[in-house]
């Protein structure tokens, strides 16, 4: 099975840019058919209201359940107070089996990383380049999953890109996603350094093409079993099972968990 791990659906509202202005999935799902990808993490465009963002999503996923899988997208500033209420919907309502966070909206926070931790779900955080606060938190919360996409920084940032390799070799919990990822050769190193059961192939869609994206992977020329691990078996492997309650809050049974 090939999954795209790395998709924004739904609308906008701030009208500034593709990326908080609309995504829509029609040409995105005829380039994926045709590329032979199964199933697409899909997750919200910027917005000013995530958690009417996350609801429009969540009808999306719902309208093919077998081929989407909904991550929560979250402001970790704007909804400060609020974001274990917010993944208590997004997870026994919606079956969400993510967090979605992004630099631009605010850095990660602690009440991110416990809303994490509570429901066993990964984060996967755009740190925007910003690389050496992943160390923070990655030890800080050992239990926790971070996939950083794009190798850590969004376009020919390479010098970040690099400095997440190091954070790939040396942190158990630390992933990152293929998408957009401009220099072929630092993919090659990060799977050589860290290992392919860390990497996970993204396309960044709908605005890149799910087929190129995909085509990366094929030319690394893994071993098959490598390739299906980075094209859906660790995603598989980091995201739990479907939790959704039929609209039953879900929070309590995970509350005592603890670490």
């Not at 208590?88 to 967090?99: K, L, T």
Request: glycine share 10%.
């Amino acid at each position: 099975m090939i999954i795209d791990t790395h998709c924004h659906a739904g609308r906008g509202d701030g009208l500034t840019g593709p990326w908080d202005t609309a995504a829509p999935l029609g040409r995105y799902l005829r380039r994926a058919k045709a590329a032979g990808i199964d199933r697409t993490v899909l997750f919200a465009t910027f917005h000013s209201d995530y958690r009417a963002a996350n609801r429009e999503v969540a009808r999306i996923v719902r309208s093919r359940p077998d081929r989407f899988l909904g991550f929560a997208f979250v402001n970790a500033v704007r909804d400060a107070g609020r974001i274990a209420e917010m993944m208590d919907e997004a997870v026994g309502q919606h079956g969400f089996r993510g967090i979605k966070v992004h630099r631009h909206d605010g850095r990660i926070t602690r009440e991110v990383c416990e809303a994490a931790r509570m429901w066993s779900l990964p984060v996967l955080y755009d740190v925007m380049g910003e690389i050496a606060p992943v160390e923070l938190f990655a030890t800080e919360y050992r239990d926790v999953k971070f996939i950083i996409p794009h190798l850590g920084a969004f376009g020919d940032k390479w010098d970040a890109q690099r400095a997440l390799l190091d954070m790939l070799e040396r942190h158990p919990n630390v992933y990152t996603d293929t998408s957009s990822v401009q220099r072929f050769d630092l993919i090659v190193e990060a799977v050589r350094r860290a290992g392919a059961h860390k990497i996970l192939f993204g396309s960044d869609g709908p605005w890149f093409h799910p087929g190129l994206e995909l085509h990366k992977i094929r030319l690394l020329g893994l071993p098959a079993r490598d390739e299906a691990r980075i094209l859906g078996g660790n995603l598989l492997r980091l995201i739990p099972p479907s939790r959704h309650r039929g609209g039953a809050t879900v929070r309590a049974a995970f509350v005592n968990r603890g670490p």
